[in-house]
């Protein structure tokens, strides 16, 4: 319900912020004057992949994304265990064309000091091996998505969309000072 940050009304550079109901991940350009995120997370990793203009993130329980694919496979066990111990991460990444506004799926503007952020944000998230970041070799849940290890771990105070409010307010976007669920994010936007 408190709200931190600035929503701006237009701008030359923008990003997407969206939800399925439950989980929120933000969506980024690929490629801009200072970052190209096919050279951090390289398109031959993927089965098939068509436009790759926007790449769209979320930090999850590893658990729950890699044994969930449809909401059909969910387990008492797996939700649970997210929920209640701290357990490992999981980045969730897909490459797609630039997304359709929808009740679900927002445009953000940010400025160009502003813009950095949430890429450096979603960055630090992935875990490196090498240098790079370290691919959960087969466990997308379709050709043109991929999982890889993350940092942090997930418990009841930090899930997913609490992760992505922290993506948005290190880029002083307007959201919840503090988001359990997507509207405490999508409310605001």
């Known amino acids: 319900m408190i709200t931190v940050g600035e929503l ?8 997407y912020v969206q939800s399925n109901g439950v989980h929120t991940d933000v969506c980024l350009p690929v490629e801009n004057t200072d970052f190209n995120w096919t050279e951090f997370l390289e398109v031959s990793d993927y089965r098939e992949v068509g436009d790759t203009s926007f790449i769209s993130i979320g930090w999850g329980d590893k658990g729950f994304f890699l044994d969930t694919p449809t909401w059909a496979e969910l387990k008492i ?3 649970l265990n997210a929920a209640l111990l701290p357990s490992s991460t999981a980045m969730h990444v897909a490459y797609s064309s630039e997304p359709i506004i929808t009740k679900s799926r927002k445009k953000v503007f940010l400025n160009s000091k502003e813009y950095a952020k949430p890429i450096d944000f979603a960055k630090s998230s992935f875990q490196l091996k090498n240098d790079e970041a370290d691919l959960i070799i087969g466990k997308g849940y379709s050709d043109s998505d991929n999982f890889y290890e993350a940092n942090n ?14 993506a948005l307010k290190a880029a002083n976007i307007k959201t919840g000072i503090w988001a359990l669920f997507p509207e405490g994010i999508m409310a605001h936007l």
């Open 8 to 15: 701006k009304k237009d701008g030359e550079l923008y990003i």
């Open 77 to 79: 066990s797996t939700a």
């Open 153 to 166: 771990s997930y418990h009841l105070f930090r899930t997913c969309n609490s992760w992505t409010n922290d």
